[in-house]
């Protein structure tokens, strides 16, 4: 069982990658600044590896958007590598395995995000009358 300071601990890493992960996803014209966020995304797991990108993406693996998505997210995976180095996180440890555990929930995050960024969804804020309606 993990402590409240181990919780807390796990969550700051969480949201300093997350925050680094989309800063370099912005630069590279993949996500707007904020990461879109919806329950359904963070509940569901899968790789972003050449089977999505074909056969769920639909985009040919040759093609530069297939292309700029893989190595925006090369870039991501450097980074957690690069975090986790500087965290000084001890192999084969309970923390090292609950870092990384949280280290590939951003990454699935992001990614989700990304492909959401491509289809064209926004952020949009709502007011009382657009819940009215």
């Not at 569901?44 to 990108?53: A, P």
Request: glycine share 8%.
């Amino acid at each position: 069982m993990l402590s409240e300071e181990d919780t807390r601990d796990l969550d700051r890493f969480e949201q300093l990658l997350e925050d680094g992960m989309v800063k370099i996803c912005s630069g590279a014209g993949m996500l707007p600044a904020e990461l879109l966020r919806n329950p359904d995304i963070d509940g569901l797991w899968d790789d972003m590896d050449e089977h999505i990108l074909r056969d769920v993406l639909g985009l040919p693996l040759d093609g530069p958007e297939a292309k700029k998505i893989s190595d925006t997210l090369q870039s991501c995976a450097l980074a957690v590598l690069g975090l986790l180095q500087h965290e000084g996180v001890e192999t084969q440890t309970a923390r090292g395995f609950y870092l990384l555990a949280r280290a590939y929930t951003v990454l699935y995050r992001v990614g989700a995000a990304i492909e959401l960024h491509r289809l064209g969804y926004r952020k949009v804020p709502l007011t009382r009358t657009a819940l009215q309606r």
